[in-house]
């Protein structure tokens, strides 16, 4: 069985300033690893996922993550924010067979402040 | 149109009342998920199909809630005798299937309120 943790519930950052949101995953086997975004009265869109290859994934909007299988982490990043990233960021993760369900973590709310 | 979609997308009921929330997958999707979001809080994962059957129905908070799902497609998800904390923004998602596939389409979801 696998789990996640976001270990922030919510982030703070300036605008034009850089943002990481942190996830850590436990899983006794391989795993694919997602971000969800959720932008306010709205419903929740893939932001990029990681299924093999290069560690480094780019998703939509300038964001990226890195998967670290050695830290067990997949820590979802963006250089310079703006206010309309303000949103709440949801990392999951899948087992690779084809039945496995996918498991997300509690969010992190983004706040983007002036 | 192709995406999932719920319906009611506001409910408004009386404690004690039973209500039945409905979701349509997209065609093909095998998996379908059920998940509960109130106010400032996470998702909450209630229930996932595979197919017509339910592999892990460990979400769901007590015997007064029931899901079915039907021909591999439509879902319904039930809940008797209405308490004011079930009023919440219930979710249903779905993807082709799990592992790789788990790529989730999320309706809009239903918005319980429970006077």
């Known amino acids: 069985a696998q789990s996640v943790t976001q270990l922030d519930s919510q982030v703070p950052v300036f605008e034009e300033a850089p943002v990481e949101l942190r996830c850590n995953y436990s899983?006794?086997?391989?795993?694919?690893l997602f971000w969800y975004v959720q932008y306010p009265n709205q419903g929740l869109q893939l932001l990029l996922k990681?299924?093999?290859?290069?560690?480094l994934v780019k998703g939509i909007n300038g964001f990226e993550a890195e998967f670290n299988k050695s830290q067990t982490s997949f820590h979802l990043r963006k250089p310079s924010v703006h206010i309309s990233d303000t949103a709440e960021y949801f990392c999951?993760?899948?087992?690779?067979?084809?039945?496995?369900?996918?498991?997300f973590g509690k969010g992190t709310r983004l706040h983007i402040l002036p | 149109g192709a995406g999932v979609s719920q319906s009611p997308s506001n409910k408004v009921t009386e404690k004690g009342k039973d209500v039945e929330l409905r979701c349509d997958p997209i065609?093909?999707?095998?998996?379908l998920y059920w998940y509960r979001q109130s106010l400032g809080q996470g998702l909450e994962f209630l229930i996932y199909?595979?197919?017509?059957?339910?592999?892990?129905k460990s979400g769901l908070p007590s015997d007064r809630f029931s899901a079915e799902r039907t021909g591999g497609s439509v879902s319904t998800l039930t809940i008797q005798r209405t308490q004011q904390e079930d009023s919440a923004v219930y979710l249903c998602?779905?993807?082709?299937?799990?592992?790789?596939?788990?790529?989730?389409?999320f309706g809009p979801g239903t918005r319980l309120t429970v006077l």
């Open positions: 899983s006794s086997v391989s795993v694919y």
């Open positions: 065609s093909g999707h095998t998996a």
């Open positions: 199909f595979q197919g017509n059957s339910a592999p892990d």
């Open positions: 990681y299924l093999s290859g290069s560690t």
């Open positions: 999951a993760v899948s087992g690779m067979n084809r039945d496995d369900k996918i498991i």
């Open positions: 998602a779905s993807s082709q299937r799990g592992g790789m596939y788990n790529e989730q389409f």
